[in-house]
Nanobody, 119 residues
Framework: QVRLVESGGGLIQAGGSLRLSCSAS????????MGWFRQAPGKEREFVAS????????YYADSVKGRFAISREIRQYKIYLQMDTLKPEDSAVYYC????????????WGQGTQVTVSS
């Protein structure tokens, strides 16, 4: 069974940076893509960034373009989210997810890591 574990969240002042990591364990993933999503209190979960496993194409939500960067380590089945110039509105639980081969969408999710940006 595949399991995703996020790390790197925490409390940071506005304007600061954090780097989130996501590690996969269990059976090999064979991912089509991996991505980051976030959910703030009282809001729906929203897309943040994703990366295609083959080729490495990246996609970002408009709200984080130019500030966040997603990357991957292919052999270790890891992804990262470098978050710079953080804003209070970036505060949320950040989730890592993967879309495996044959799945119609993201079908494996991590437990999430809390990011809190103080003003």
């Amino acid at each position: 069974q595949v399991r995703l574990v996020e790390s790197g969240g925490g409390l940071i002042q506005a304007g600061g940076s954090l780097r989130l990591s996501c590690s996969a364990s269990g059976r090999p993933l064979s991912p089509v893509a991996m991505g980051w999503f976030r959910q703030a209190p009282g809001k729906e979960r929203e897309f943040v960034a994703s990366i295609r496993w083959s080729g490495g194409a990246t996609y970002y939500a408009d709200s984080v373009k130019g500030r966040f960067a997603i990357s991957r380590e292919i052999r270790q089945y890891k992804i990262y989210l470098q978050m710079d110039t953080l804003k209070p509105e970036d505060s949320a639980v950040y989730y890592c997810a993967t879309q495996r081969v044959g799945a119609s969408g993201y079908d494996v999710w991590g437990q999430g890591t809390q990011v809190t940006v103080s003003s």
